[in-house]
């Protein structure tokens, strides 16, 4: 077996273990009248001008040269019947947090919104195992965005981080992706006031593929480099083994595959398309990927006109073996195409 393969398949197994503690409450499939049919840009609107943004600069920002953000999201939710909880249950989402890092201590001349994973703990991980090297090859600063329902954000009643963010849930899983979306727009139009003359957005897995969103509503960033990822989120439902639990728990409320279909089939996912030119774009796949089947990231290229596509010699959870093509890929892709 494909070693890369092989650790994304024992992966998805131990999702069991982790996704198998319980399931979301309510299933919402009857509220989602409110999200179905839109174009991209009327369920993902701009935000407005975010003006007043949290610097929690500590002893240890003197060393590590990376400043905790803070901001109010502005985000507004469509379902009457979730805002209720949004409002009460879900309030650690209110404020929006982000670690933005700048080893000149001034902004260089460009910056990248990074956007984590599903189920990512915090910004730890990331910052101790590739942004170091991002930093000093790149010759970038980076703003690390944390996703609603995840690290700070998690609510008081959530067993994980993460744990509400992409479920059977699917209102909650659609303002989740609304509002991560939302924050990094507001993010990415504050640091466009801060100075720096080019703005691109990385990220990985779930986080790249609200990436490649972004890259399709207007005033997009300057370029795009999203890692693991497409947006064919209806058909990784049916195949991805990590998602078991959304398909189990969907099957159970009786929303059977051909309902699942009719409604990603009128979610603008994976019918946007991009205003970024495929120039300004890398995409980093992994050609083992047990997750992110390549076979939909070349449906979704073809449609997308042929962007830079990188392929790694790899699985899903097996990336960390390859951060230094990464970073080599991405700085040739900016010396080539942004630059």
Partial sequence: MDVGRGADRIAGRLSHILHGLRGPKFDTTSDLG?????????????????TSVQRHDTLASKVTRATTLSWRSSHEVLSPRYRKRHEHEYRANHTAWARWLTPDRTPRRE????VHGWLEPGAWVEEALVFPRWLRELDVDIVHVSLPFHGRRKPWNSLFSGEFFWTADLVRSLEGIRQAIHDARSITGWLRRQGYSRIGTSGISLGGSLVM?????PDPPDFIAPILCHLRLGEAIENAEILWRMKSDLEKWGVDEKRRKDIFSRLPFASARPLL??????????????????????????????????????????FPLHLAEISGAIHVFLDEHVR
């Avoid at 910056?111 to 990074?114: D, E, Q």
């Avoid at 969103?213 to 509503?217: D, E, Q, S, T």
């Avoid at 890398?282 to 962007?307: C, F, N, T, Y």
Wanted: net charge negative; charged share 20%; with cysteine.
């Fill in 34 to 50: 409110p999200y179905l049919d839109l174009a991209v840009d009327e369920l993902f609107p701009m935000p407005p001008t975010l």
């Fill in 213 to 217: 969103l972004l890259a399709c509503l």
């Fill in 277 to 318: 030119p495929p120039d300004k774009q890398l995409w980093i796949e992994a050609k083992s990927d047990g997750h992110i089947d390549p076979a939909l990231v070349l449906r979704q290229w073809e449609d997308w006109h042929h962007p830079n596509l990188h392929w790694l010699e790899s699985g899903h959870m097996t």
């Fill in 111 to 114: 910056c990248i919104v990074y």
